[in-house]
Nanobody
Framework: QVQLVESGGGLVQAGGSLRLSCVAS????????MAWYRQAPGKQRELVAGLTSGGRTNYADAVKGRFTIFSDNAKNTVYLQMNSLKPEDTAVYYCNADLSTKEIVRTLNYWGQGTQVTVSS
């Protein structure tokens, strides 16, 4: 069974930084993409940043230049470095992955349970 477990959320003042981590565990065969989404109260979940197995990244316009997504493939871990945080970055941040397992070779999509990020003004 695959699990995505996020950590690193918390309360930070505007202008501060946080680093989120997401560890994928289980009988993983191949990870194709990993990404971070966020959902603020009353809003739809939105893509923040994505990273392919080939190293390509994409970012939401709202976070370009402030957030960086990167991974440690040996640890099946993806990170989100968040700098110059703003109150509007406040949300629950979710890890997402497209991956295959040794039991189910086809690629499936998985979500973590989320970690709260709160930015105070």
């Amino acid at each position: 069974q695959v699990q995505l477990v996020e950590s690193g959320g918390g309360l930070v003042q505007a202008g501060g930084s946080l680093r989120l981590s997401c560890v994928a565990s289980g009988s993983i065969f191949t990870i194709n993409t990993m990404a971070w989404y966020r959902q603020a109260p009353g809003k739809q979940r939105e893509l923040v940043a994505g990273l392919t197995s080939g190293g390509r990244t994409n970012y939401a316009d709202a976070v370009k230049g402030r957030f960086t997504i990167f991974s440690d493939n040996a640890k099946n871990t993806v990170y989100l470095q968040m700098n110059s945080l703003k109150p509007e970055d406040t949300a629950v941040y979710y890890c997402n992955a497209d991956l295959s397992t040794k039991e189910i070779v086809r690629t499936l999509n998985y979500w973590g349970q989320g970690t709260q990020v709160t930015v105070s003004s």
